[in-house]
C-alpha cells in the first residue's frame, strides 16, 4: 500500500463540499479528508448531521479552521470550497505556509485586470496577488495538464466556462472558427449551481415548472471563457438559463466557420483533440444528453452542422458538481501528485 | 347590472393571496379588490410588480392597510391572507367596526382550548377572543353553509382538514366508522403549502426528487380535524408528507367499519351526503388524481374497500392553493352574500 | 343574447384538444361545441371518460365524424385538431361544402413547396392542394389579422414558429436586423409538445431531471420560419431542446443589428409593434419566465443588447398548447367572427 | 488477486438491467459480465448503444442466449432481470444445468399457492416448479443470511415488500404489533417501479406535477409481506401510490402495539434487530427522506409514536432500484459467494 495524500476541505457543507466528500471518502488514494470550518460562518459537528445521507460512512467531525491544526495533522492538500472573498484573503498565507491548493472558488482564475474587476476584490497586498494571479494553473486538465502538476494553486473553472471552453477548444486552437462572426453560447444549468443558501428564486414553487435567462449579458464566468479561448469581449455572447432539475449543465454554442466543412471532419477534430483524454466523450453522430454525464465526471460533447457547412451547433454536457466542480477538483490533484487522472472518478 | 361588492385582501403578495387575487379578478359579482399591505413587512407598488404573470389585467396598487381607507372605500369584506398572530389582534377591531371578514389564517378555526393552545396567541383580550372563536363559521360550505351564510366572521379551513374532513364527514356522521379502532390519515402536499418564504426545506435542490414525512404527531391541523369530526386525540392519526409538486394535495385514510360494508354502499353514501353540492365529485369506482383537481376549487374522492368490507380506504384530492385557501375563501364569500356558490370558480 | 356559434371539434383526445375543450366551454359566444373522433382511431363515449378532470362541467358526448352530422347540426366552424395527413385529406372537401375551419395541424401552413416536402402528403388533387395552401391564411392574429378575419381556411401556427416570429416580426420588419449574420434559434419546450402517445422518449424516468436537443437542422417547423419571416434557409439555425416540465416554451434568439442601437430604442420598437395587440407582453427591462405565460394566451417578450449595441439576444415565452396551439386557434376564431378577440381567453 | 466470479446477466436492456450493470462493472470481485438477450424480444449490440451513459466502460456486447455459450464462458452465477413468465420457465432448466440464479422477477417468491396465483404462471411441470419455490432463498439477507448463503435458486424481493418486511420484522418478531388492529401500509414510489416500457401512465405529461394511489387491495406484492410477516391477508391494507419522481421509494406504516411503548423502547428494538446489518440505518429521532438513500443500497428506517405510546408509524426508505431490485441482488451474490456483504455496493 502506497502511502496516502492527507487533504483538508475547507466549507464542506455546501453542494460542491458534499460532492468533494463523496468523491474523496472512496478515493483510494486519499486518507479520509480534514473537514475545516469558517469561523463563525458554518456549524461544527459530525458531518452526517448536515448530510444524514453520508452517515454509514464513518464519523467525521467538522472543525474550526486554524493553520496549527491543519500543519499537524501534516494537510498535503487543501480544498477551497469557499465564498470568492473568503479565498482571495486565504490564498496567499496558504501558498507562503506551504499548502498545495485547489480553489473551487472564483478568486484566482482571471488574470487580465478587467475581467478580475467583476468579482470586486479588495486586495490587502495588490501585488501579490496579481502575482498569484499569473502563478495560479487554471486547473482544465484537458488543456493544461502540464501547468496543473506542478502548481502550486490550481484555481478550479467555473461549471458554465468548464461546458463551453471544452466544447469550443478543439476547433478555435485549430483556427477553424471565425470569432468575429459571434461565438453565442446558450447555457442551462441545473439549480444546484447557484448554491445551498435558501433564495426566492431557488424556492422550489418558483423553479418547478418554470425557465428563465438570467444575467445575459454580465455573468462573471465570461472572463473565463474569454481568457482560455483569446475572444476578444464583443464576439462572445454568453446567456445563462436556470433549467428545473437539480443538478447538470447544458451548453448549446453557435458558431460560424472560416470555410465550410463536412460533419466527418468536425468529428474527427473533436475526437482527435480529446484522444487520450479520458473524461471528454465525442457522442456524435449522437447529441448527448444531460442525464448521461449526471453523477459523472464526463463532458460529453456533439454538434449539428448546418447544410451549407457553415454554421456549426456545438453541444455540451456536463453534471455541474463533478466535472463543473468537485470531480474536476479532484481530476487536479490526480494530475497534481502523479496519479491516474481517472483515480477516484469512476 | 346588480350593485358588486367592494372587497379588500390584507397580505396579498404570497401564494394564497395571488389566487385569491386571480379569482377575484375574474369574478362577476365583485369589484376589483382593494389591496393592503402589512405596515412594515410587506413592499407596496403595483401587484404586477410582484406577479408579472398578472400584468395585461390593469394596473391595481398596493397600499399599507388604514381603517379610514377600508371604510372610506366602503369596504364590505375583507379577505385576510395573513400570518396567524395578526389575524389574531387584527380581527376583533375590524367586528368592531362591522366589517364581514373570511380569514385565511389558523386564527379562528378553533374552539377548544386545547386545541387553539398550540398557536400560542397571546390575547390582549381573552374573553373577547374565546367569544369570537365561538361564534366565527368554519368555513366549509359542504358542512356549515347556513352558518357561514349568517356569519360576520368565517374561519377557512386548512388544506390537510379539508381534504381528509370531506372524505370521512359522509361515513363519520352516517356512525358506519369505528373510530375506535384508529383513523390513520397519510396526508402528501404541494410544497406551496409551505409558503413562499425561502427556508432550506423549501430549496428546490432539497425538494426536486424527494419526499418526506414532517410533523408526525404535532401537526398545528390536528385540531380541525378532532373539532369537526368529533374524534378524540388518540383516535387518530395525521402523517403529513412533502410531495415534489409545486402544489396539489392527495390523502389516503385508513379506517375500519362498524357493520361489513360492499362497495356499492359505500359509493351510495358518499354520492348521497354530497348530492347538490358542486364542489365535491365522487370519483367511485375510479381512484381520483392530484391533475384532476388541481386548478380548480373540486375535492375529488375515491375509495377501496377490503375484501371482508371491513377496512374502508378514502382517497381525497384538492388543489391545496384552491379548495385548500383560496377557492374556498371565494366559495365562502359567495355564502356568505347569496351568490351563487359556483360564481367565479368555474 | 346574441346567437352563438356552433363549433365542432375533430380529434378532441390529444393534449391541444383537451385545451380548445376547457376554452370552448368557458367561451360566452359558442354553444357546447360537438366532438368528432376520427373512425377507428379514436374511442367514442363520454369526454368525460378521456379527461376525468372535465367532469362538472356536463355530459358531452363523442361522436364518430360524419358530413352529415355536421351539416345537421348546423356546424359553423370547424376546428382540427387531427394528424397533418388526416387534415391535408379532409379540409378540401369541408372546404366545398362551406365549412369554416381553424386547423391546427401544419397541413396547410407552408406555402413553398420545398418547405411542404417535409411533410411528405399523397395530395390526390396537387393542384387544390397548392391553391388552398396560398388561399390559408396563417393563423397568427398579431401579423395577419385581416386575412384571418376573411378567410375560409386558417392555419394555426406551430408553437416554436409562433414564439420565435413574433419575438423576430418588430425588428425583422424594420430592417434593423442583418440576416446574413445568422439567426440562431435556441427553443426549449415543455414535453406536452411531443403529443399525448406514449413514446420511450416521453416516458418519465427518460425525461425527469434530464434535457436534450433534437431535430436540430431539421425540424419540421423551420419552413413556418422562413416564410413568415422571409429568411432564406442558410440564415437560419433552429435548434429545438425538450425540457423537463409539461407545458411551456422558451425561445432565446441570437441576431446581429445592422447599425448599433441602445436598450431603450429596441424596446420602443417592440412596444410600438405589439401597442394594442393583447396576447403580447413586452417586460423589458425584466426578461420574461415560462410561469409567467404558463396557463394564458399570452406570448411574452424581452431582450438583452451587448454593450457594443450590436448584438442582441431575444427572449420569447408561450404556453405551447395555449398560444402556441389552442388558445391561438380560440383568437383565430374569435378575429373571423368578428368577436372581441379576448373572448374566452381571460 | 483472487479468482474472480464469472457472472451473465439475462435482460440488461431494463432499468433494473442497467443498474445492474453499474454495479457489476465496478464490482471487485467478478469478471465483466456476460449480457445475454432473450431471442426476438431485445436487441443485440453493444450495451453502450442502449445506455449511452456507459460509454467509456469498455465494448460489452449483448448476445443472444444459449446454454452452450453459457457453460462454455463458465458462467457461475446468472441474474435474470426478466419477465416473470419468462423466468418461471427458464429457471428449472437452469437448475437442472446446475448454475446458480439470482432472480430478480417475481417468479419465485411466494410459496403458498394463493398467493402465486397472481401471476397465473402456466408451468409445465408444477410438482418442480412447487418444490423449486420452497428451496428458493428469499433473497432479503437482513432476514435469510443463511438460506441465501447455501441456495442455488436466490429469489430476489419486490421493491414494496422490502421496504414494508425490513420496517415492520423488527417489531413484528418481537410479537410487539397486534396485527389484528390492522397493518397499514401507504408507500410512494418511483415511476421506475413502473419499468421500462413506455405506457400512458408513465408519459411524463400525466406524472409530472401529479399524485396517485393504484392497485390498492390487489397488488402482486402483498403476498411476500404476508408470508414473509406471516399476517393474515385481512390484517393487511397495501396503497401503493406513483410519486412524480423517477427512482426512490417511501413508506409510511400504521400499526398499533400490544402494549404501551415508548419512543426509548421502540428505538433499541429497531437498532438491536439492525446491529451489524451494514444496510439498514435507524434515523430515530430523525425521519429518513427519500433523497438519502437514493443511489444507495441502504435501507433508512425512522417512526413517530403517539402521545398513549399505542399508535406506531414506522417510515422506511429504498431507492427501488438499487435495494430494491438490483443492488439487493449484488447484495444476495456477495452472500451466496462469502464475499464481503458490502463489496461493490459502496
Known amino acids: 500500500m502506497q502511502a496516502q495524500l492527507q487533504t483538508a476541505v475547507i466549507g464542506p457543507t455546501g453542494y460542491t463540499g458534499y460532492e468533494l466528500l463523496k468523491i474523496l471518502f472512496r478515493h483510494p488514494r486519499v486518507k479520509t479528508p480534514l473537514l475545516f470550518v469558517r469561523e463563525g460562518s458554518e456549524k461544527t459537528g459530525e458531518i452526517g448531521d448536515v448530510f444524514p445521507q453520508l452517515n454509514g460512512t464513518g464519523h467525521v467531525p467538522m472543525e474550526p479552521f486554524s493553520w496549527s491544526r491543519a500543519h499537524q495533522a501534516g494537510v498535503d492538500l487543501l480544498f477551497l470550497a469557499t465564498p470568492h472573498e473568503f479565498s482571495r484573503e486565504f490564498v496567499p498565507e496558504a501558498i507562503r505556509r506551504g499548502f498545495r491548493i485547489v480553489d473551487l472558488s472564483g478568486a484566482w482564475r482571471l488574470r487580465c485586470a478587467n475581467n478580475v474587476a467583476v468579482y470586486k476584490f479588495e486586495d490587502k497586498d495588490p501585488a501579490t496577488a496579481k502575482q498569484l494571479a499569473e502563478e495560479a494553473a487554471y486547473g482544465l486538465p484537458e488543456l493544461h495538464k502540464s501547468d496543473i ?102 451548453s448549446t454554442i453557435y458558431v460560424q466557420l472560416r470555410e465550410p466543412m463536412n460533419a466527418g471532419r468536425v468529428e474527427q477534430v473533436l475526437r482527435k483533440f480529446y484522444d487520450g483524454k479520458p473524461f471528454v466523450r465525442v457522442f456524435a453522430p449522437k447529441l448527448p444528453e444531460v442525464a448521461w454525464s449526471m453523477n459523472t465526471n464526463y463532458c460529453d460533447l456533439g454538434f449539428a452542422l448546418s447544410k451549407d457547412g457553415r454554421k456549426l451547433t456545438l453541444f455540451s454536457t456536463i453534471d455541474n458538481l463533478v466535472k463543473g466542480a468537485s470531480g474536476q477538483a479532484v481530476q487536479n490533484m490526480n494530475v497534481m501528485y502523479g496519479f491516474d487522472e481517472r483515480e477516484g472518478l469512476q
Chains 1, 2, 3, 4 share one sequence.
Open 149 to 250: 502538476a506542478h502548481a502550486q494553486l490550481v484555481a478550479n473553472p467555473g461549471c458554465y466556462p468548464t461546458s463551453i471552453i471544452l466544447a469550443l477548444a478543439p476547433l478555435m486552437t485549430a483556427g477553424l472558427i471565425d470569432p468575429d462572426r459571434g461565438v453565442f453560447c446558450d447555457s442551462k444549468s441545473g439549480v444546484s449551481g447557484a448554491g445551498k443558501s435558501p433564495k426566492q428564486e431557488t424556492h422550489f414553487v418558483e423553479v418547478a415548472d418554470n425557465f428563465r435567462a438570467y444575467n445575459p449579458t454580465t455573468h462573471r464566468h465570461r472572463g473565463e471563457m474569454l481568457e482560455q479561448l483569446k475572444l476578444e469581449a464583443e464576439q462572445l455572447v454568453f446567456t445563462p438559463h436556470l433549467l428545473p432539475i437539480p443538478r447538470g449543465m447544458f
